[in-house]
């Protein structure tokens, strides 16, 4: 079985490249469906979930080449309608091909996504906002099919919570609306952003207004165009919680610090010191860290639900007690038995961890169950003692490229084994 072996607590030192995000490529490279063009992707990560993606497009008639970091996208001949069952299952983020495809083809047929198990993760914001804009979907046995007649029509859609996956699907679906659709209590995350500057330099019109309003005009159609990806604001935050752990001084590059600006005064009261540039952010630990109080994962600009594992790993090790809450997905503590095996001393109640921070932990056999648990896991590994031998890295490969090779460079004793590596570039 494939496994990633981590002999832990030795420091992280050196400069790191922050990945492209990976919740920022998947929808964009949905995006491009809608588009009659080519599309050039700049910073694309390599991951299983990219790949994933890359599947979705060909299947719907798109040709797709990578060339490193960059995908080149052709969507003129795009005709299929439909996105196979064992597609869907892939990712959580094959959902948002939806919207893309309504604008494109006027229909889609799937069925609910796949995606990391971390809670029940429906659909139903997606579908009726979809209905709202004129979309009709009929569900005949868990496969959904969806028709628009003639137009969709702009509409004013107020979310009940402003989820990420529901506010992308409805910017794609609106972007050839007739007239205005106004999203109210949308999502705020940077991944958004990039979304939507994405679609406007493929000539739609969308506009983002202070305090989760999305306005959307629509247009006739959408031509191709070149992007760059944000940087990972997760992945970023997943070394910072390794480096703080382990104790070092790491410098990120290609990281834009204000889209984990919430999370910053964690690592400071947690003792870190943190420089942080306009592109660069550089964080010193010497390893012995305090307690940080209760912290609570929130929409943006919250702290972010995905970064919870890792400073969760942190601060298993920090003096004092430590109270983390999550309140975005019911199931999201897979990673808490794992870090209890490594000696962590963790209490759940309800949605709340309570952290009592340990002196160290030791080296374990642990699974990861979802990708951030894996990303937890990691860093956990490195902080503690002795030999840790993590599965389930498929999850780990689905968010974090080469994450051996890029801790590696950091001084961390980590390795691959029992598997062929990540295949991603491969598939794709
Ligand atoms: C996105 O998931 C991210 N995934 C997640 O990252 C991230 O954790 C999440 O946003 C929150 O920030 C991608 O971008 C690919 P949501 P998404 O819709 O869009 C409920 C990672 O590790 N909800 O904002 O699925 C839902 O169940 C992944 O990279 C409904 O009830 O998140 C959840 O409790 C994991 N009905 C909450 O809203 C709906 O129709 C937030 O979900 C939609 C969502």
Known sequence: MESIVVRGGRPLNGTLRVQGSKNSALPILAACVLTDGVCVLNNCPVLTDVGAAVKI??????????????LTVDARDVSCDCIPFALMREMRSSIVFLGAMLSRLGRAKLCAPGGCEIGARPIDLHLAALRTLGVQVTDCDGALDFRVTKRLRGAVIRLPFPSVGATENVMLAAVFA????????????PEIEDLARFLNACGCRVHLCAGGTVVINGVRRAHGAEHTVIPDRIAALGTMAATAACGGDVTLTDVVPAHFQSVHRVFLRAGCRLDVKADTLRIRSDGRLRAVGTICTLPYP?????????????????KGTSRMTETIFERRFNHVPQLQRMGAHIK?????????????????????????????????????????????????????????????MLGADIERSGGSGNETAESE
Do not use: W
């Not at 007739?178 to 995350?189: F, H, I, K, S």
């Not at 109640?349 to 309570?354: L, P, W």
């Open 302 to 318: 919250g702290f972010p639900t995905d970064a919870q594992a890792a400073v969760m790993a942190m601060l298993c090790t920090a």
């Open 178 to 189: 007739d007239g205005q659709t106004t999203v109210l209590n949308a999502a705020r995350e």
């Open 348 to 408: 759940i109640k309800g949605n709340a961890a309570v952290i009592s921070g340990v002196t160290r932990l030791h080296g374990a056999a642990v699974c990861a169950g979802d990708l951030r648990a894996g990303g937890a896991l990691v860093a956990a590994a490195l902080a503690a003692e002795g030999v840790s031998t993590i599965t389930g890295v498929h999850h780990i490969d689905r968010g974090y490229e080469d994450p051996e090779g890029q801790l590696r």
């Open 57 to 70: 497009l060909r299947c719907l008639g798109c040709r797709v080449t990578r060339a490193g970091h960059t």
